[in-house]
């Protein structure tokens, strides 16, 4: 069982940067993908970004490349989102996902709650 906590959510300027944490608890994470998904109103759930736990290796969607970046942190058991360059079409709620596959193609096991960032113009 894996629990997982985001924070970091907020009000922002476009242009601006925010910080996301996802930090897990329960069972070890060494073996998961960590992703990032956001949910904007009146639209579905999309894919953001994800990081193996082992190893590292990263992916990110077409429409945040180059402004995000999803690091870990194995000590803490946190992963970060570090958002820049935000738009007002990065407004969602972003959910920390943990599960399996590369990419967009990862299979949540876990969710978090989501929190909220809102990007204004």
């Known amino acids: 069982q894996v629990q997982l906590v985001e924070s970091g959510g907020g009000l922002v300027q476009a242009g601006g940067s925010l910080r996301l944490s996802c930090v897990a608890s329960g069972r070890t994470l060494s073996s998961y993908h960590m992703g990032w998904f956001r949910q904007a109103p009146g639209k579905e759930r999309e894919f953001v970004g994800s990081?193996?736990?082992?190893?590292?290796?990263?992916y990110y969607a077409d429409s945040v490349k180059g402004r995000f970046t999803i690091s870990r942190d194995n000590a803490k058991n946190t992963v970060y989102l570090q958002m820049n360059s935000l738009k007002p079409e990065d407004t969602a709620v972003y959910y920390c996902a943990a599960g399996y596959g590369r990419g967009p193609n990862l299979v949540v096991d876990y969710w978090g709650k989501g929190t909220l960032v809102t990007v204004s113009s």
């Open positions: 990081i193996r736990w082992s190893g590292g290796s990263t």
